[in-house]
């Protein structure tokens, strides 16, 4: 099957490397870290500042992008089966996108803003329904994440491995004696 | 085995509710001989249901049907509770304490406190001792009866270190529902973690795979699952017929009934009252005092999340296997009455953990961004924690009220549920607070969170039990004081909360309730 594709872009200041749109849909393609994003509802613009945004509310230097990627996966199946969340998460985006500078006002798509830009945009809509929205998809798709989650600690099931009692449930060595 | 009743059949005894108070006083009263028909909203689920994964078992055994909370509770979620048959022993965490003495008689040993519905219970420690020890027999305590204490985990060493260093005297792993070795047919605990999103070996007394299988063996116990018991009917006497309720199949029955038990938890079961209401009844069933649904409690709660100096993986073992019992006491001089125990408590997995602290704590650097990320989150593995669990004040404001025009799916009015902290239940709180992190800063800790209560688990109060029929809906039996044959047998009978864990309170009291019963029964006095 081929689609045509219309436009391509190449980000700067993320480890994502690439972007192929064709029609509604977008893939997002990384070859550094050998993955790829492909939504169906949400714009390659939208997908890709979300996937800033995701890294800048919980940021951890040692995870890729891939994971929060797949925070990104989870809001395009969501805004699939929902019009108001497609409607939520693009309005958003185009929100993320003003720059205010004084009494003047101008547009910057959110992925291209610098980092410190981006940052200040986030705290100007700290707490909105579509910041809150996008801080809870994250919170649940990062650290429920059990891959990402075992990086930070938290062992996940433990039953099918006999629980703890052999394995280290009282092995605290740091306490002084 | 299992015995089924005809739904026109007047003599058995119908129980609303499996959980703590109803799945005992079923099994009580089935292992005496009485006939039961036990009512259950939820579903029935094995131990092969039960996962390791937070989410997935909140989202099967919680309460979840339409509820408001007002004043300090969560809008969408004010309780924490199992819609599921075994009721909450599903996901409790296994603290089994007994009541102090003076905290059965509130109003004497605290005085008149301003705003505070203060009330002695109708019956003492004495009496209760002989049923404490039957249940702590019936649910393997540890600590009770010859049986071990559990070990203790990485987070209860971290405690006991700061309660050592303190001079608290009595810290142990508390007296614990999980079998430290086998007993009862259930294996010994693997320190699995996960007891709040049920124990996935059954090594945890939970009414599910205990009180259940052994009143079904009877023969003369019938649970019905998925059944949403919706108005208690009555007759010209004044006393109850039966129970009207939704079946599985979402048809409409009515079984008849001798006697109705009402164990739904302390909003389920004000409700049903409420709901019942009838020209005899006009302000709903047994509610001449007025104190249906009021004087809703749920225990002065709040956690400490502390950050250690090395690595603590707290999820590992019997989550709340720990506790420090000396700030117990009723002391005024701390300026407040009552007392608190803490207990250990780990933060339910790295998820929700990071979701609470930046909501929950006003010590937490944000809620989101680089210092979050790097204080909180990346701490994880450091982190220590307990729960601060203390005796609140009965308020006639705080409790649960019939939503004017919002429907569930059944068509019953919503609840309304009000919970606003006494100025005693923060007073306690905020010595809690400063003990609580007292403990981890004698370990080593820098950097402690203050997390505010979570949705409420313990629920306690709705329906008191009171000497006078003015002062509360039932008698020290749970009989209500209005309709003889209509029993009150789960929390919403305490009178006043105590500090400890209400679980083994409601399985003693449901054991006495059960010989009552029996006795009354025979003797044809209802």
């Known amino acids: 099957m081929t689609k045509k594709v219309s436009r391509r872009t190449f980000i700067q200041g993320s480890a994502t490397a690439g972007v192929v749109v064709a029609g509604s849909s977008s893939v997002i393609l990384n070859t550094k870290e050998s993955w790829a994003l492909s939504t169906e509802t949400l714009s390659a613009d939208t997908a890709q500042s979300l996937l800033v945004m995701a890294r800048h509310l919980y940021p951890h230097d040692f995870l890729g992008d891939q994971y929060y990627a797949e925070i990104v996966s989870g809001l395009d199946e969501q805004a699939k089966n929902d019009s108001a969340i497609a409607e939520k998460l693009e309005n958003g985006v185009k929100d993320l996108s003003k720059v205010i500078e004084g009494d003047r006002t101008y547009h910057l798509a959110f992925k291209d803003q610098s980092s410190g830009l981006q940052l200040e945009n986030l705290n100007r809509i700290d707490g909105d329904d579509f910041f809150e929205t996008v801080r809870g998809a994250t919170l649940n798709g990062l650290y429920g994440n059990p891959r990402v989650a075992a990086m930070f600690g938290f062992e996940g099931s433990s039953v099918e491995h006999g629980g703890y009692i052999n394995r280290g449930f009282d092995d605290i060595g740091w306490l002084p004696k | ?335 407040f009455v009552g007392g608190y125990y803490m207990q250990t408590l780990p933060g339910f997995g790295l998820a929700w953990y990071s979701g609470n602290v930046g909501g929950m704590s006003k010590d937490s650097p944000g809620k989101w961004g680089r210092n979050y990320t790097r204080e909180v989150v990346e701490n994880y593995r450091n982190m220590a924690g307990m729960w601060l669990v203390g005796e609140d004040m009965p308020q006639e404001k705080n409790g649960v009220t019939l939503h004017e025009s919002e429907k569930d799916q059944h068509g019953l009015a919503v609840p309304i549920v009000n919970f606003e902290d006494h100025a005693n239940d923060v007073a306690m709180r905020n010595h809690a607070f400063i003990a609580g992190s007292n403990v981890y800063q004698a370990g080593g800790s820098k950097k402690q969170y203050q997390l505010g209560p979570f949705p409420s688990t313990h629920n306690m109060g709705t329906c008191r039990m009171s000497k006078n029929a003015r002062d509360g809906v039932c008698n020290s039996t749970g009989a209500t004081h209005d309709v003889p044959n209509v029993f009150i047998s789960d929390g919403s009978q305490f009178t006043t909360g105590a500090a400890c864990n209400p679980t083994l309170t409601i399985v003693s009291l449901a054991i006495r309730q059960a010989e009552n019963m029996a006795n009354m029964l025979s003797q044809n006095t209802i």
């Open chain 2, 1 to 335: 085995m299992a015995k089924t009743f005809d739904k026109n059949d007047d003599s058995v005894v119908v129980i609303v509710g499996s959980g703590a108070g109803g799945g005992t006083l079923g099994n009580e009263l089935a292992q005496k001989g009485v006939n039961v028909v036990c009512l259950e909203a939820g579903k029935r689920f094995t131990l092969d249901d039960i996962e390791n994964d937070w989410n997935t078992m909140f989202g099967r055994l919680s309460w979840l049907d339409a509820r408001k909370g007002t004043g300090d509770l969560l809008a969408g979620l004010p309780l924490w509770v199992c819609k599921t048959v075994g009721g909450t022993t599903v996901h409790w965490a296994g603290a089994s304490l007994r009541f102090k003495e003076h905290e059965f008689k509130a109003k004497s040993a605290y005085g008149n406190i301003a705003d505070a519905n203060l009330l002695d219970w109708p019956l003492d420690l004495h009496e209760m001792e002989r049923f404490y020890s039957m249940a702590e027999d019936k649910m393997g305590t540890t600590g009770t009866h010859g049986i071990p204490r559990l070990p203790g985990n990485n987070n209860f060493q971290v405690m006991e270190y700061g309660a050592n260093a303190l001079g608290y005297k009595e810290c142990h792993t508390g007296n614990m529902s999980i079998n430290s070795e086998p007993r009862d047919g259930r294996p010994g605990c693997h320190q699995i973690g996960f007891c709040m999103a049920g124990c996935a070996i059954g090594a945890k007394w939970s009414i599910l795979y205990t009180e259940i299988p052994k009143a079904e063996a009877t023969g003369h116990f019938e649970l019905r699952p998925e059944s949403m018991v919706l108005k208690i009917n009555h007759g010209k006497d004044g006393k109850a017929t039966g129970v009207v309720y939704v079946d599985a199949d979402g048809n409409t029955q009515e079984q008849k009934a001798r006697v109705v038990a009402i164990a739904g938890n302390a909003v389920e079961t004000p409700r049903l009252l409420l709901n019942s209401e009838s020209s005899m009844f006009p302000d709903g069933m047994a509610n001449s005092s007025g104190q249906v649904g009021k004087n809703f409690m749920r225990h002065t709660t709040a956690t400490v999340y502390a950050t250690m100096p090395g690595a603590v993986y707290w999820d590992r073992g019997t989550q709340m296997a720990g506790i420090i019992m000396d700030e117990v006491h009723n002391n005024p001089n701390r300026g």
